[in-house]
């Protein structure tokens, strides 16, 4: 895939992930991450060409908050629009700020996700949106019928492998100053946590956060000039597929043909990766259950089946492992919906950076992988890089 232009990641800012926070509004929570991406990047507002906002409106009961927070952003008389994609909206937004730029259109294009849950509720929106007769496995939330399969087919020693994966998420989130659930936990408390759904218990579930997130793309020229540290934005793949498909029945979200492996596959044919694990430093993954982070190893890291087992045992997907899986936390520890899939970019660069203090990686990052994921079977897999 040829593009007019390099596009280069020069600034990152972030708000700490919370359940509540009744000190800010939207507009003041939106503004703190502006304010810090801004800063990191060594900008002012008048040097930004374009803004792009998204959040899950539904799950905030407002609408249109692009208009009402113009302010809010620095995006007063300037060009612009707003997504809303399901979960992986954070995702789109950095596909479309790359386009932007990459087109010749803009030279500097700033992409802000948000979602402040602590006025509203996602749960009333992800029960109610499926039509309950042939998707309601997937209203039971991200632990749903998937959960099952892998419970039937690895027996219920995979509840250990469950328990391993969600401690490394809480050691990661511990070092992270902007996570949610920053408390570690041991194998025993996440075995014993509340049964929600079966084999699903609280902590294998990601929490409801409120948090903001902003990310600044620039041309190769302006990057340059910005910063000595870019983060180039090497390629990206989309893919989704309706859940209420032929294939997509009870459970049946994972596998060969499915969604995740065939954004991987044209991610790695084009940008001719053969073996991630050797050829990639970390993965910043868009895992909202410990089930989930199962079937995304097997379908997006071209590993034998069962494989993902071993791994996490072995502590390779620990933050100081052979490929850390989500050493900032990742969404089993902070889910602030319209952010979270852009946080993972964010993360992903910041890693490449170096510049993420207590939760920095023990090995040099230079290629990284970070995923989005949305309702409808969306995925969104980018590839970032400290080469050009």
Known sequence: MKWNRNVAIVGVGRTRATSKRNDVNQYEMVN???TEALQHAGLSIKDIDFNLIGDM???QGDYSSDLWQVDGFGGRLKPGYRMTTGGCTGAMLCCSATYLVASGQHDIVMAIGFQKHDEGNATTGLS?????MWAGWFGAGV???FAVRF?????KDIELTAAQLRVQAGDNAAANPYAHLRNRVTIEEVMNSPMLSFPSRLLHL??????????IFASEDRAKKITDKPVWVKDFVTVHREQCGPDARFGEMFGPHSCFAACAER???RNNIKNPIEELDIYEMYNASVWFTFGLMEDTLRIPEGKFRDMIASGETARDGKFPISPSGGVLTSNPIGASAMLRVAEAALQIRGEC???????PVKNAIASGFGGSGWYVMHLLSKDK
């Open 32 to 34: 703190e991450a502006v």
């Open 57 to 59: 409106e539904l799950f």
């Open 128 to 132: 109610s949106v499926e039509e309950p």
């Open 143 to 145: 632990g749903g019928g």
């Open 151 to 155: 419970f039937e087919k690895y027996g």
């Open 206 to 215: 990601c929490p409801q956060s409120s948090a903001a997130s902003c990310i």
């Open 267 to 269: 991610l790695y044919h």
């Open 357 to 363: 203090g207590d939760y920095q990686v023990s090995k």
